[in-house]
Each structure stands twice: as structure tokens, then as C-alpha cells.
């Protein structure tokens, strides 16, 4: 059973960082795609960052690009995503996600079968 456990996430003012954690167990990863996704009140889920576990190959949002980094620890089997230079509008709860099933692309979620149960994320104007 895939288990996901997000951590770090918290109210940070605009211009900080934060990095968020995501272990993950359950099963090897290797030829699966982890990412993360995040959703703010009234709005759709939205694709932050995500990796291919096999290659290391990694892609990021455009909202996102050169502000976040996602990587990954392989003997701790977690991943990670660095924040920088977060905006109020990054304000969300953030999702750590395993594939699974039918790979549509590591963009989109409907190709994650695994969730994690978020992380709330604030910044602050």
C-alpha cells in the first residue's frame, strides 16, 4: 500500500522560502513519477513539479519555473520541493503524488493513483 506523508509546509511572508517534504513507501518508484500538485480555495488542482524516480528527469509549471525546485532523496525515498521567492499567490494546499495506472504525462493528474493528504501553504502580503 502506497503511503505519501507531506511535511514542511507553514505561513511564510512574500520573498521567503519554505521546502516541502514527501516520503513515500509502499513500494518501489523506480519507472514511476512522483509530483506535486497544489489547490487554492476556488480554484482547479494545478501542476507544480514532478519527476521521473528511474531518470530524474523533472519538470516544473510555469507559474513555478526558476522560483521551484523539485528533487529527490533515493535512499530516503522522499522527494522534495524548494520554494523560493513565494508570492501571495502561491498560497495553496500542496499534494505530493505517486503515478500509477496509465501514464497521461507527469503533468497531468490523472495520471498519479497515489495521493498524499496536503500541506497548507500560506504567504503572506
Known amino acids: 500500500q502506497v503511503q505519501l506523508v507531506e511535511s514542511g509546509g507553514g505561513l511564510v511572508q512574500a520573498g521567503g522560502s519554505l521546502r516541502l517534504s514527501c516520503a513515500a513507501s509502499?513500494?518501489?518508484?523506480?519507472?514511476?513519477?512522483l509530483g506535486w500538485f497544489r489547490q487554492a480555495p476556488g480554484r482547479e488542482r494545478e501542476f507544480v513539479a514532478a519527476?521521473?524516480?528511474?531518470?530524474?528527469?523533472?519538470y516544473h509549471g510555469d507559474s513555478v519555473k526558476g522560483r521551484f525546485t523539485i528533487s529527490r532523496d533515493n535512499a530516503k525515498i522522499t522527494v522534495y520541493l524548494q520554494m523560493n521567492s513565494l508570492k501571495p499567490e502561491d498560497t495553496a494546499v500542496y499534494y505530493c503524488?505517486?503515478?500509477?495506472?496509465?501514464?497521461?504525462?507527469?503533468?497531468?493528474?490523472?495520471?498519479?493513483?497515489?495521493w498524499g493528504q496536503g500541506t497548507q501553504v500560506t504567504v503572506s502580503s
Open positions: 503524488a505517486a503515478s500509477g495506472g496509465i501514464d497521461y504525462g507527469l503533468r497531468y493528474a490523472r495520471t498519479y493513483a497515489y
Open positions: 509502499g513500494r518501489t518508484f523506480s519507472g514511476y513519477g
Open positions: 519527476i521521473n524516480w528511474s531518470s530524474g528527469s523533472t
